[in-house]
């Protein structure tokens, strides 16, 4: 059976939903866990997502660095580059690459950065409140907070690749859940 990840509107579950009205972009896709594990623990969802990033992702985030350090803005080592699995637990304040993990509840990660030119946030919401466990979601939301022009002009060329490279990622991570 084909994994579906679709764009979905920002779910109310999210801890950022109650700070929505304040992101100057918002997006949100989904996919289905159709696996029985019911035992899958939202920092395991952390982990996968730091490994799921496509060969082609990793190459544009190379030269994002690279460009981005030219103007001071904050850069970050590819993320198995900064450290392995077994040290990173996906714990509030830990860092992976460009990402601190801000926020993490039961069901849901919050990570980001804070930068002069923008904040962004990225919301791992695993969704296990489906009706007899068989079912479950994976949702990952990405808020951004613009605080100047370069922020702006920053995410112009960002904009369309995130909106292609979050689907990907979504479904590697989901794959990795779903096989570990």
């Known amino acids: 059976m084909k994994m579906k990840i679709k ?8 801890v950022l939903a109650k700070d929505k009205k304040d992101f100057d972009y918002v997006d949100s896709f989904a996919g289905e866990l159709m696996s029985s594990h019911s035992n ?11 490994i799921s990033g496509p060969k082609w992702g990793k190459k544009m985030f190379a030269f994002r660095n690279k460009v981005v350090g030219l ?20 714990e ?12 993490k509840t039961e069901n849901e990660i919050i990570l980001g950065e804070d930068d ?8 791992l919401l695993f969704d296990k409140t489906r009706d007899d466990n068989t079912e479950k ?10 605080h100047n022009w370069l922020g702006v002009l920053y995410f112009l060329p960002v904009r369309p690749f995130h909106r ?17």
């Open 116 to 123: 002069k030119h923008l904040d962004f946030r990225i919301s």
């Open 92 to 103: 509030v304040g830990e860092r992976m690459g460009i990402f601190t993990v801000f926020e």
């Open 71 to 90: 103007f001071g803005l904050k850069t970050g080592v590819e993320p198995e580059k900064a450290q392995t699995d077994d040290h990173f637990q996906c």
């Open 137 to 146: 979601s994976l949702t990952i939301s990405t808020t951004v907070k613009f």
């Open 40 to 50: 899958i623990d939202i920092s395991e969802v952390g982990k996968a997502f730091f």
């Open 7 to 14: 764009k979905i509107e920002f779910p109310q579950k999210s």
């Open 164 to 180: 292609l490279i979050v689907p990907v990622m979504l479904k590697n991570v989901i794959g990795k859940l779903e096989t570990r």
